[in-house]
């Protein structure tokens, strides 16, 4: 079993910046974040290995947002810029044993931590 506890979410205008952290009780191959907003499916955002050779987002996010980790803390972060109002959603960490943009793939989660952009 992997914990995995969220934090850093809330209240934002447009334009603004967050950073999410998210601390695991131990470290897997994989580590990502996911968002849902009301109403939509659980998206990918952005996802890497800890041995960082592989990073990626998605295209809604990229080049505003910025997915790293600390293996000493067994944390990852997400900072996240420029964000806009269609960035407002509960954002997941998640860890697993591959990568993978579909979130069934992914072994354990966290519980979510509310992002809101006002305009």
């Known amino acids: 079993q992997v914990q995995l506890v969220e934090s850093g979410g809330g209240l934002v205008q447009a334009g603004g910046s967050l950073r999410l952290s998210c601390a695991a009780s131990r470290r897997m191959y994989a580590l990502g974040w996911f968002r849902q907003a009301p109403g939509k499916e659980r998206e990918f955002v952005a996802m890497?290995?800890?041995?960082?050779?592989?990073?990626q987002y998605a295209d809604s996010v990229k080049g505003r947002f910025t997915i790293s980790g600390d293996s000493a803390k067994n944390t990852v972060y997400l900072q996240m810029n420029s964000l806009n109002l269609e960035d407002t959603a509960i954002y997941y960490c998640t860890t697993g044993s591959a990568l993978s943009r579909i979130s069934r793939s992914w072994n354990y989660w966290g519980p979510g931590t509310q992002v809101t952009v006002s305009s």
């Open positions: 890497m290995s800890w041995s960082g050779s592989s990073t």
